[in-house]
């Protein structure tokens, strides 16, 4: 997304020195994260920054010998909205697909996030109630209970730390303030 700028031509211009430094570092990796937000569909006959920095990516992916040494990686959570172009032969040839955690690499991964913290919890409980959850997802759950139990002045973090950070996860901060009042006036 910080390729694409409001002048015309910088988009562009950020591709080709991308490429120019990767070319000079060989052999390199070029990671681009939610390639999406440069690489949608172009149509509608309209040709903005993005289309152009667009083009200039794809002409640069084409420039390659097989022998250049660099491998470029793209990551979307959007495939179906991108350009054919950058999923034609010779562009990007493979797909890999990674599916959401089940519940064992979701207790692995808060077990990971949770390391050295104070827990009242089971960990299998709470990975098999986080179902839906990615990794990053499990990341900003643990950050959110942290804060919490930081606001308490806690020793430990506890379920209801969990489950009040689940809930703004899930629902929205709105609804987070009504599960917190409700908590505290039932007690549960």
């Not at 149509?43 to 200039?56: K, S």
């Not at 990674?98 to 991964?109: G, L, T, W």
């Amino acid at each position: 997304a910080s390729f694409v700028q409001i002048y015309v031509g910088m988009g562009a211009k950020r591709v080709r020195e991308l490429f120019a430094k990767a070319k000079a570092s060989a052999p390199a990796i070029i990671f681009i994260d939610e390639i999406d937000a440069v690489g949608k569909k172009r149509g509608d006959g309209r040709n903005d920054e993005r289309e152009g920095t667009l083009n200039e990516l794809l002409t640069q992916m084409d420039g390659f010998e097989e022998n250049a040494g660099i491998l470029v990686l793209a990551a979307t959570n959007n495939i179906d909205v991108l350009d054919e172009a950058l999923l034609r032969s010779g562009r990007f040839d493979r797909r890999v697909y990674v599916p959401m955690p089940n519940a064992s690499d979701r207790e692995d991964i808060l077990r990971g996030y949770l390391a050295g913290k104070n827990t009242t919890f089971d960990l299998e409980k709470i990975a098999k109630d986080l179902a839906g959850f990615s990794g990053a997802s499990i990341a900003t759950l643990v950050n959110e209970a942290s804060l919490n139990q930081l606001r308490k002045n806690s020793q430990f973090l506890e379920l209801s730390d969990i489950e009040i950070a689940k809930n703004k996860i899930r629902f929205g901060t709105k609804i987070n303030k009504f599960f917190c009042y409700y908590n505290i006036v039932t007690g549960k």
